[in-house]
């Protein structure tokens, strides 16, 4: 029998699944386990299941007495988990329970994350179909995979199984948040050929670095500098001195803010360039924004000869990089202050006679992005490069009508908790994916307090799981 240490909290029935989930390991494409045990509880239970090949779970509860006539509602959460933990604690994700334990009014795993994000949805959920919610309308319950390494489990569910036209996605992690839209995105590579050759200039290495970075989507609206875009002006103003490119490396990943810019250069004036540098980065300080208070902007002489790009190659480089679009392009027209539309060039890797630069765009609105796509096409036959696109997903634009967004919030307020905010996310949910599947469909995301998401001190604040409980009792009674 297994001993729960979460006591004395309701409904009960949250706390046991959650404590149940946390014994099963459920890494991302790790899923069986968590799958079978949710088709288990299912079927002791006599619910209707099905199960897909990628372990995908989609469970029904009939409406309680009274409720039969009123639509269904779809509560949805993956069951995958972040697999993150300190150094020197050994924890093995493939095998090990998480080391649970209580710290005043939070859960945390000792050295591990703890897979609140989503396992509190999947418990949530398993309290709902074992009958912890007094009155609700018919449930679809749906249990996704891998959500954290690019929403396979989503992406694949046959949604001809799903009847209901309302969503509560559990993945939020706020309880004074809605949110009411989440970004779609899509990763672009403009790829630039050049022919070279050994030059017979000195070289010089230039390192732009120091800078805060960050996620590209919720951090793009921050001040945040990026290093490449910076590098770009660096390599502008340097062509009144004349120089020859050899290489550009910036950034590693498409979705961070890159923190460092790399390029090597062969010139004849070498003062001219180191002077100009210096009186750039001066000019840099006073720009950037406090949270970039690490920048520094070096350069190094090289000994040996380097090999360049050809004149016209390396204006091509260095003018797509320049006037690449980069940043916050629109702002969401119904709520104030969060973004709709932005791209950032996260990385640049220079291979031989070829430079690849990595962007990843996000919008709410799908023709946004094809119009970025559209954009960067435009940009690449000027310069001649070649385009590749990857990774895309829909997003989730804001609809200011949302009944079911007006019924959470009303259970808000009877209850007495603060009006929560809503929200537009600058990043991907699985809820982008679930509209483009049912367009008609009317989404909340919404959740109980997690901190320290995707980190080893990732903790689940106890009392907001008791206050959303009631919560989405009351929203699911009306
Ligand atoms: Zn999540």
Known sequence: MMEYIIKNRKPEAIFRSFEDICAIPHGSGNEKEIADYIENFAKERGLECYRDTLHNVFVKKPATVGRENDPSILLQAHTDMVCEQNEGTNHDFLMDPLDLYIDGKYLRARGTTLG?????????????????????????????????????????????????????????????????????????????????????????????????????????????????????????????????????????????????????????????????????????????????????????????????????????IVALLGIAPNGVFEMNKYIKGFVEFSRNLGVIVTKEDNVSFTFFARSAVDAQLEASNRELEALAQLVGATVIYSEAYHGWNYEPVSPLRDKYLSACRELGYAYPTVQSLHAGLECGIIKSQIPDIDIISVGPNVFDLHSPDESLDLDSVEQFAKILEKTLSK
């Open 116 to 316: 609140a994000d989503d396992g509190i949805g999947v418990a949530i959920m398993l309290a709902a179909l074992d009958g912890a919610f007094e009155s609700h309308p018919a449930l679809e319950c749906l249990f996704t995979v891998s959500e954290e390494t690019g929403m396979d489990g989503v992406n694949e569910f046959d949604f001809s199984l799903v009847k209901a036209k309302r969503l509560i996605n559990l993945d939020s992690a706020e309880l004074e948040t809605v949110v009411a839209g989440c970004a779609g995105g899509v990763r672009c590579n403009l790829d630039f050929k050049g022919t070279r050759s050994v030059s017979d200039k000195k070289a010089i290495k230039i390192i732009l670095g120091g800078l805060a970075g960050g996620h590209s989507g919720e951090n793009i609206n921050d001040g945040r500098a990026n290093a490449n875009k910076l590098m770009g002006r660096v390599l502008l103003a340097l062509k009144e001195y004349g120089y020859e490119l050899s290489s550009l490396n910036g950034g590693g990943k498409s979705n961070a803010i890159p923190r460092e810019c790399r390029a090597v250069i062969a010139t004849d004036d070498v003062n001219g360039v180191l002077s100009c540098l210096s009186k750039m980065a001066d000019e840099f300080k006073i720009e950037l924004s406090p949270l970039d208070q690490g920048f520094f902007l070096k350069s190094e002489l090289l000994d040996e000869k380097v090999s360049v790009f050809d004149k016209n190659a390396g204006d091509s």
